[in-house]
């Protein structure tokens, strides 16, 4: 099973950043998917959710209307689309599978929102 995240870096204030996650080893389908953060010093933290057939997605306050989470299913891929980025947004985002009692994590990736 992997879970591979990319798409991190460096951006400024109010720029916008999309990470992707490539599954394999799992029926992807099937599992619903999470996008984590954790920044320095703080507890890891859900940010949005998807469901398995993409139909349902939910999120934390903090990134509502400016995030977006997205799936297809065909090319084993979850999205995370980041619009107006404040340095807040700074951390490791981790890409996380969940069916039921089975839960996979990927390594992460870091975003950095820096002038």
């Known amino acids: 099973v992997q879970l591979v995240e990319s798409g991190g870096g460096l951006v400024q204030p109010g720029g916008s950043l999309r990470v992707s996650c490539a599954a394999s080893?799992?029926?992807?389908?099937?599992?619903?998917m999470n996008w984590y953060r954790q920044a320095p010093g703080k507890e890891r933290e859900l940010v949005a959710t998807?469901?398995?057939?993409?139909?349902?997605?939910n999120y934390v306050d903090s990134v509502k209307g400016r995030f977006t989470i997205s799936r297809d299913n065909a090319k084993n891929t979850v999205y995370l689309q980041m619009n107006s980025l404040k340095p807040e947004d700074t951390a490791v985002y981790y890409c996380?599978?969940?069916?039921?009692?089975?839960?996979?994590w990927g390594q992460g990736t870091q975003v950095t929102v820096s002038s």
């Open positions: 080893g799992f029926t992807f389908s099937s599992y619903a």
């Open positions: 996380h599978a969940r069916r039921g009692f089975q839960a996979y």
């Open positions: 998807i469901t398995s057939a993409g139909g349902s997605t």
